[in-house]
């Protein structure tokens, strides 16, 4: 079945770090893009960061600089490093990438920073 399935997420303090994981199915892992998007609570979904097949990375302004997307080829794995952790960083993290022109989310996973 194709599908997305996140992890990592939890409970931190501002200033400490989590880093999430996103295994995906093959078929969705070779796609041009997959990314990270972001919904906190009481906000609409925003996007974070993306990395394309051929590595490229891409970030929101917000997460530049203490955010790293990578990607596992091995694996099948897309991976969130989040360091400098803020309390506006707590938001439920999904995992997207496309299969063909068919888009998919995982499950989510709740990220919360406490100050």
């Known amino acids: 079945q194709v599908q997305l399935a996140e992890s990592g997420g939890g409970l931190v303090q501002a200033g400490g770090s989590l880093r999430l994981s996103c295994a995906a199915s093959?078929?969705?892992?070779?796609?041009?893009?997959m990314g990270w998007h972001r919904q906190p609570p009481g906000k609409q979904r925003e996007l974070v960061a993306t990395?394309?097949?051929?590595?490229?990375?891409s970030y929101a302004d917000a997460v530049k600089g203490r955010f790293t997307i990578s990607r596992d080829n091995a694996k099948n794995t897309v991976y969130l490093q989040m360091n400098s952790l803020k309390v506006e960083d707590t938001a439920v993290y999904y995992c997207?990438?496309?299969?063909?022109?068919?888009?998919?989310w995982g499950q989510g996973t709740q990220v919360t920073v406490s100050s």
């Open positions: 997207y990438g496309r299969a063909g022109w068919v888009g998919y």
């Open positions: 093959r078929s969705i892992f070779v796609g041009n893009v």
């Open positions: 990395i394309t097949s051929g590595g490229s990375t």
